[in-house]
């Protein structure tokens, strides 16, 4: 029996997360804790029901399916109690309305990829293949192997989005089997970043140079965040740094592209997962940056010498 993992979404036709077209293959369990993260069912290792009372149409087949009290009537009102829940997908099974979800799946290599694999007429066509997201990919490191070796047996393109906060060895051990790397800087100065994400910045910097000793091409992605890193400051501190890589890179002279920023805009769209999860939603009052605003930045970025994705 293949390597097994716990995965949130397989994303078909996937066209943001690398070259061409490609699946990608979103991966549970994450390091950091970015208030504003999109995939926040992606944060947690476990599995997790997701509940949308707005859809609930009162059926009553979950109260009757759960054997621990998990859903109960306060007041007219359906009430799933998380604390009492084990996880044994009863109600989500019996629910047709959609309310109740559950988001993460133990799934084998071959599970994984049968799907991958459907749509290898696309990759070919479009220089597309296979993406490892997440959460953080690194985290299930010994499914993450065993996805990537299968992928490039199968002459698929691989790219691993990842937040780079481990050592860099867990990486390079990867990295064979790799083909190219997208990785978030959404700081330069340490104690912001442990404010905003959790944790500091510095492994992550480690990895971000180190990627630089190898031929493997490597985008950069810095989410553009109200009140962490929406200013020309911070922005240029970041492409300050990725100048510094590209020395480090084109000195290598060995033929590898320079290393690419992307700015992405934050968006607010993720608030129903939140509450989905009981999770607090920090980014709610956030207002998204204005297009031309980044559009500002990304050229504040260039004027670094680098290069830098979008218009
Ligand atoms: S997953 Fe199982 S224990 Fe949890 S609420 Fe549903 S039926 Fe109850
Ligand atoms: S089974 Fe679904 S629709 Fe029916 S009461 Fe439970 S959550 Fe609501």
Known sequence: MSASGIVFNIQRFSVHDGPGIRTTVFLKGCSLHCFWCHNPEGISPKREIQFYPERCIGCGACLEACEHGAHIMEDGVHVYVRDKCVLCGKCTDSC????LEMTGDEVTVDDVMQEVLADRTFYQNSGGGMTLSGGEPLLQK?????LLERAKAEGVHTAIETCGNYRWSDLEELLPCIDMVMMDLKHMDPEIHRKAVGASNERILVIAEQLMYTDKPVWFRTPVIP??????EAIGAIAAFVRRLTDIREAQGNGAP???LELLRFHRLAGDKYRSLGLDYKAATLEAPSLAYMDELRDLARSHGIVVKGS
């Open 96 to 99: 047709f309305s959609g309310a």
């Open 142 to 146: 010994a499914f993450s192997k065993a």
């Open 227 to 232: 009140t962490v890193n929406d200013t020309p």
């Open 258 to 260: 320079p290393p690419m």
